[in-house]
């Protein structure tokens, strides 16, 4: 009933830039929060930035000052910019969403749901 589906990750550089898109689709009434997880071999799963519907926003300190985090409300999409990418941000990443939706006719959540991942490999 609900789907997020990401994309945009891929090969850089260090120093280079992504962006990554996570678009939410299916019988959604709300979405309390989006964000991004990234896990890397052997590493838990570890939350990078999330936004909240009130536009509240946190990182984790390893890439302030490098990522945003910002969404597209009317879309129901999630973005997150990567600048200044490092080798340690090689991960695969992930969205997730903290949403109300319909099921029938009951209204379900809040709930989460979580993308397939997409990979970010950040080497010369």
């Known amino acids: 009933q609900v789907q997020l589906v990401e994309s945009g990750g891929g090969l850089v550089q260090p120093g280079g830039s992504l962006r990554l898109s996570c678009a939410a689709s299916g019988m959604i009434l709300s979405i309390n929060a989006m964000g991004w997880y990234r896990q890397a071999p052997g590493n838990q799963r570890e939350l990078v930035a999330g936004i909240t519907s009130g536009s509240i926003i946190n990182y984790v300190d390893s890439v302030k000052g490098r990522f945003t985090i910002y969404r597209d409300n009317a879309k129901n999409t999630v973005y997150l910019q990567m600048n200044s990418l490092k080798p340690e941000d090689t991960a695969v990443y992930y969205c997730?969403?903290?949403?109300?939706?319909?099921?029938?006719?009951?209204?379900?959540?809040?709930?989460?749901?979580w993308g397939q991942g997409t990979q970010v490999t950040v080497s010369s």
């Open positions: 997730n969403a903290r949403l109300f939706y319909k099921s029938g006719s009951s209204i379900r959540g809040p709930d989460d749901y």
